[in-house]
């Protein structure tokens, strides 16, 4: 713990080092006011423990973990638009605190701004090149996503793409980018990229479940928001799966509600479904299986378990195994 | 002349074997729309061009080539949302043609392109920084620009800063990234940069003249365009400095008009106000200057007369000194 302590404060002092100002000041201000809320650096962490496992310099890995993390925020103020999401974090989003179009350049200078931190250290070329793919992977669970909210009936496969898409792939090139930056060999940086892809899937389907089952209140997010909104997450589909006809006409039909329908009446009528149809379990094992897929690859690392330790106690406190 | 067509050629079928297609389709065929439609060239002509001067190889320098011509278009998706312009090069826009999520998604994915691009050759790293230096650049011009619509007193310097860096470093990179692909020098890459800024102020000085004073009817532009939608274009500012006290109140009255105005009235009495101050001679004056110094900075480069030749025509056409 006291070496993930660490590493959480050298990338916080890296980062508050960093000059984000700049002229004119309204492309620059929402770039620091994003990047500069707190938030989970989990990105920046992936790779940092990746870096240290295989004995790379920190000091040349930092670079890429701010990569991640400067590109990380800019997804957050481009999807913020398309979502029209008033808040994150608990605080207003770009587009809302100032508007759309600021919103639209300041994440495109934050884009670029990704790749010329990627491009700092020796194996500059290779990350750019690793960020650059992501980057279009993201934009296409994006489209996926954004698409989804129009279509009849998604698929839980189709789900789980875009999902791969939008969040894991990001935490597997986060270990991949550290991997590579310390000169990790192919077959361990694709174990590495591998097991971001479980840990991500796994994430995200946790994300889901907590929308709605989470004891407390976690800032800036509403419960049930989720439902609320409409959105088809992999509760909704696996739902859809185990019910029967009765419950899954209704569940359909509450999806297709208005915003200006009693918004926890719905939350209620939806949970009361999934609770009977135990879904939350249904969705907990299959999140299982991906946590348990993960960290078959980081087994498979060519490096001693207490090589592994730092980065193998990072992500079972992110699976929920530890608290 | 033989050797620009050849190079545009070869420009023209290099981008057709590029494989612009994916899933899904609603993030890849907005893409495929924009760079696919037919357009200058400008930026890969300037690179190739570049390129051909030092002896480079052709064949690595059409990577960059692409890059820009992407970040080009990726630039042009992004700027027609703030703009909201329905038409361009004669066609709708994307944001227009789909809608402005998909314009902003489809535009960041094009970024992103543009950088697995300039990473392709073995100079990748250093094409990918300048890359990624001139993005930022143009996201500061872009946002410049946006402020100037709302901001009462634009000043002259201030305006050329902005096209500086919304149009004249994109042709200096341009022009820089062929060199770096030869692996031409430093002093060397320096004047061809500075020659890339001179030309590309003429350039968007002389942009400004035609959308007023051209007399062959530009596709998708309107006659007298940025006067209707009250752009501080250059030809404004030095009618501002040039024009009596009468006559600046009077123009500042019209460039607060709404659309909702009689058009070709405005159109034809600024003008006529124009006119009468001899605006376009002297915005003319100005753009010779500029072109002046372009091309000492040209002389400069340290080749002979016959390596320059192509990249001189070519950069003699654009700033219309020959047709």
Not at 147 to 176: C, D, H, S
Request: proline content about 2%.
């Amino acid at each position: 713990m006291e070496k993930i302590k660490q590493l959480q404060q050298d990338f916080a002092d890296f980062l508050a080092k960093t000059d984000f100002n700049g002229q004119p000041k309204e492309l620059y201000e929402p770039i620091a006011y994003t990047i500069l809320q707190s938030g989970k650096r989990l990105r920046p962490m992936l790779c940092l423990l990746a870096n240290e496992m295989f004995g790379g310099d920190e000091q040349e890995a930092l670079w890429p973990a701010l990569a991640l993390e400067t590109f990380h925020n800019f997804t957050l103020i481009h999807d913020d638009i398309m979502d029209k999401a008033p808040m994150r974090r608990g605080m207003p989003t770009v587009y809302q605190k100032w508007n759309a179009d600021i919103a639209i350049l300041s994440g495109d200078a934050m884009l670029a701004k990704a790749f010329q931190f990627a491009l700092k250290p020796k194996q500059g070329a290779e990350l750019a090149q690793q960020l650059s793919k992501v980057a279009i992977e993201i934009c296409e669970g994006q489209q996926m996503d954004l698409n989804f909210e129009t279509l009849g009936n998604v698929t839980i496969p189709e789900y789980l793409e875009m999902i791969r898409l939008k969040t894991a792939v990001l935490l597997a090139t986060a270990l991949q980018m550290g991997a590579t930056a310390a000169g990790a060999d192919e077959t361990d940086i694709h174990h590495l990229y591998n097991f971001g892809i479980n840990l991500g899937m796994s994430f995200q389907l946790q994300d889901d479940i907590l929308d709605l089952y989470s004891d407390v209140k976690v800032f800036g997010k509403r419960h049930g928001g989720d439902i609320a909104d409409n959105k088809k997450t992999y509760l909704y589909l696996k739902a859809l799966e185990l019910a029967s006809e009765r419950d899954r006409k209704r569940l359909q039909q509450l999806f297709t509600l208005r915003i200006d329908h009693d918004e926890e009446e719905k939350i209620e009528e939806v949970q009361s479904i999934y609770d009977r149809l135990h879904v939350k379990e249904a969705v907990e094992a299959v999140m299982l299986e991906y946590d348990r897929k993960a960290f078959e690859d980081l087994d498979a690392v060519s490096l001693t378990e207490e090589k592994k330790k730092h980065l193998r106690t990072y992500a079972e406190m992110l699976s929920g195994r530890k608290k």
